[in-house]
C-alpha cells in the first residue's frame, strides 16, 4: 500500500519525526547506511527550514517509484510545502555556505548535492515548496555518478537507434486523510518503448481496503504498459474485482509522434494546459471493478513544449485554480503537484479524504 509519513511542522520535536520518516522511507526504498543518512540529513533539514524561515510547515516523505519510467528501484522522496513569506532570492539560498540559523550548518546547497533530484519553488508572501528524491547506492569519495537522466524525465529508449521527437516528466504527491499511515490514492509512471503511461487510481473510501484497490491499479499498469488507455482501463476491471474498486485516470503519451491519449473512469480529476488555456479531459461515471461502463471513449491531445497535464484524486477540490505561475512549467512535476494541492487548500474548505495529484510536464531544453 501507499505509505506516507505526513509530518505537520511546527514546533521543534517535529523534527525528530522528520528524521524517523525519512529512514522509515528509506527502509521501504532499500536504501544503504550511507544513503539512508543522507535521506536522513535532507529531511532534517528540510523541516528546520520551515521551523525558521516559514513559521512552519508540512513534510511529506514516502518511497516512491523512480519518476518518468527510470529503471531501479524506489527512491526516497521529502517535500517540504509552506505558506511563508517565501524567498526572493532563490539562487543565494541553494548557494554554498548559506545555512538556517541553528540547523546542522548543511544548507539547502549541500540538500540539492546529496539528491538525486532537488527543485524549489518560492514566492514572496505565497511560500515555498522544497523536493528532493534520494535513492541509489553509498556514495563514493564525497561524489555519486550522476543521476540516470534529468529529474523526472523519461528515460532514452535506444532499442530503435533513434531519439524519440518529445520528452516529458512526471511526479505526484501523495496526501493521506488526517494523517494517516496509508493513502487509498495511488500513481504510477510506466515507460515501455515510446509509450510513457501516467495512471492516478483513487480506491473507494480511505484506509487500508482502498489502499489495496489503488495498489492493484498500480501492479497491473507496470505489468500492461503496452497496453493503450481504453484497453488498460478493461484490463484493470477484471483485476479489481474482489477489491473495493477504485476511480482511474490514465494517460499515455507517445513519445515519438507527440499524441497523447486519456480515457478515465470515475471522479479522477484531469485538466491539460493548452497554451494560455485549460482543457477538462472527461471521464466515465463508474467504478472499476464493480460499475465499468461499456464505452471507453479516448480523449486525443497534441504535445507540445507548452504542455501540462494534471490528474488528481477528489480529496482536491473541483473548484481548484490550475496554477499560473510559468515557472511552474520548468520545474520538477512533483513540486508542481505539492504548489496546486497547497494553493488549493484553506481551513475554511477542509480536505476531505486523500489526495493525490500527479503532473506530466515537458522537459525544459536545458533539464530541469
Known amino acids: 500500500m501507499t505509505q506516507v509519513w505526513d509530518v505537520p511542522v511546527h514546533d521543534s520535536t517535529r523534527v525528530r519525526d522528520a528524521r524517523v520518516a525519512a529512514e522509515g522511507a528509506a527502509a521501504l526504498a532499500g536504501l544503504d547506511r550511507s544513503r539512508t543518512a543522507d535521506a536522513v540529513l535532507v529531511a532534517t533539514e528540510l523541516a528546520t527550514n520551515l521551523l525558521k524561515h516559514a513559521r512552519g510547515g508540512q513534510l511529506l516523505v514516502e518511497a516512491v517509484t523512480p ?63 522544497a523536493l528532493a528524491r534520494i535513492g541509489g547506492p553509498a556514495r563514493s569519495r564525497g561524489r555519486r555518478e550522476p543521476a540516470p537522466g534529468p529529474a523526472g524525465t523519461a528515460a532514452p529508449d535506444h532499442s530503435s ?6 520528452t516529458a516528466r512526471v511526479g505526484g504527491v501523495n496526501i493521506p486523510f488526517r494523517g494517516a499511515a496509508c493513502s487509498g490514492d495511488a500513481w504510477t509512471c510506466v515507460r515501455d518503448g515510446d509509450r510513457l503511461t501516467l495512471m492516478l487510481a483513487d480506491g473507494l473510501g480511505h484506509g487500508p ?23 488498460l482501463l478493461r484490463r484493470l476491471d477484471t483485476a479489481l474485482r474482489g477489491t473495493r474498486g477504485a476511480a482511474v485516470a490514465v494517460a499515455q503519451l507517445d513519445l515519438r509522434s507527440g499524441r497523447l491519449l486519456f480515457a478515465g473512469v470515475g471522479n479522477v480529476g484531469a485538466r491539460l494546459r493548452e497554451g494560455d488555456s485549460w482543457r477538462h479531459l472527461l471521464s466515465r461515471p463508474g467504478i472499476v471493478g464493480a460499475h465499468r461502463p461499456t464505452r471507453l471513449p479516448e480523449t486525443e491531445a497534441v504535445w507540445a513544449p507548452d504542455r501540462l497535464l494534471v490528474l488528481h484524486s477528489d480529496g482536491l477540490s473541483s473548484r481548484w485554480a490550475p496554477p499560473v505561475d510559468p515557472r511552474l512549467l520548468s520545474c520538477d512535476p512533483a513540486v508542481t503537484a505539492a504548489v496546486t494541492v497547497r494553493d488549493a487548500g484553506s481551513s475554511a474548505s477542509p480536505v476531505r479524504d486523500d489526495t493525490a495529484v500527479a503532473v506530466l510536464s515537458p522537459t525544459p531544453p536545458d533539464g530541469p
Open 67 to 129: 519518476p518518468g519510467g527510470r529503471p531501479g528501484g524506489l527512491v526516497v522522496q521529502v517535500a517540504a510545502v509552506d505558506h511563508g513569506p517565501g524567498m526572493s532570492d532563490v539562487s543565494t539560498a541553494l548557494g554554498d555556505g548559506f545555512s538556517t540559523a541553528g540547523s546542522l550548518g548543511a544548507g539547502l546547497g549541500t540538500c540539492r548535492r546529496l539528491a538525486d533530484d532537488f527543485d524549489l519553488h518560492s514566492v514572496p508572501g505565497r511560500g515555498t515548496v
Open 161 to 166: 537507434g533513434a531519439s524519440p521527437a518529445f
Open 209 to 231: 481496503e482502498a489502499a489495496r484497490a489503488s495498489m492493484t491499479a498500480v501492479d497491473e499498469v507496470q505489468r500492461s504498459p503496452h497496453l493503450p488507455p481504453a484497453e
